[in-house]
């Protein structure tokens, strides 16, 4: 079974640039759809990013667009989340989460991923 960590977040400036982190362990998800979500404090879960397995193909928010960046590196088992101009509003628990198979349609959808991270915190202060 196979297991996902996210490391990366912390405690930034409005403005500011953090890296998020996801690493795979237990299997490969080199072959898996890779997705970025978060959830701020009482509201719902929302998609971030996401990257095919081979990398080739990205999607974004409208909200993170021009500003962050999903990448991965299948030899590392990792997938990263660049944030860059970060605003107060992108606080929130981020997630990883992965998926074998999934319609472009549907990479927004957070019930189409089978696996999970953790979470990692990013706080933006004003």
């Known amino acids: 079974q196979g297991q996902l960590v996210e490391s990366g977040g912390g405690l930034v400036q409005a403005g500011g640039s953090l890296r998020l982190s996801c690493t795979a362990s237990?299997?490969?998800?080199?072959?898996?759809?890779m997705g970025w979500f978060r959830q701020a404090p009482g509201k719902e879960r929302e998609f971030v990013a996401a990257?095919?397995?081979?990398?080739?193909?990205?999607y974004y928010a409208d909200s993170v667009k021009g500003r962050f960046t999903i990448s991965r590196d299948n030899a590392k088992n990792t997938v990263y989340l660049q944030m860059n101009s970060l605003k107060p509003e992108d606080t929130a628990v981020y997630y990883c989460?992965?998926?074998?198979?999934?319609?472009?349609?549907?990479?927004?959808?957070?019930?189409?991923?089978?696996?999970w991270g953790q979470g990692t915190q990013v706080t933006v202060s004003s």
């Open positions: 989460a992965a998926s074998p198979l999934i319609p472009i349609k549907l990479v927004e959808r957070a019930t189409e991923y089978d696996y």
């Open positions: 990257i095919s397995w081979g990398g080739g193909s990205t």
């Open positions: 237990g299997r490969t998800f080199s072959g898996y759809t």
